[in-house]
Nanobody
């Protein structure tokens, strides 16, 4: 059974930090990219950052670049998202998702995050809420 289980969300003041984790099981971790997405109240889901488990390549959307860091622990099949200098616009439910990599998938995935396009992920977690109070 495929599972993606997020943890680490909570309430934090503006300027604070949180560390989210996504524990994956039931699929070959190295064959997938893991994506952190978020959905703010009343808005569509937005891809925030992604990582290729196989080589550690990463991508961030502009609004989180320099504040968020995505990392992968392949021994534990876990991807983390360290979020610093949080602001109210970071509030939302954060989901991790997995997409099987092919030759063109990584480039298409990065473009989708950059352009804000929807993307068809293979697996989703249940989400963890993040609330940033101003």
């Amino acid at each position: 059974e495929v599972q993606l289980v997020e943890s680490g969300g909570g309430l934090v003041q503006a300027g604070g930090s949180l560390r989210l984790s996504c524990a994956a099981s039931g699929f070959t971790f190295d064959d997938y990219a893991i994506v952190w997405t978020r959905q703010a109240p009343g808005k569509e889901r937005q891809g925030v950052s992604c990582i290729k488990s196989s080589d550690g390549a990463t991508y961030y959307i502009d609004s989180v670049k320099g504040r968020f860091t995505i990392s992968s622990d392949n021994a534990k099949n876990t991807v983390s998202l360290q979020m610093n200098r949080l602001n109210a616009e970071d509030t939302g439910v954060y989901y991790c998702a997995a997409v099987r990599l092919s030759i063109q998938t990584w480039d298409r995935l990065r473009r989708a995050l950059r352009e804000g396009w929807p993307y068809q992920y293979d697996y989703w977690g249940q989400g963890t809420p993040v609330t940033v109070s101003s």
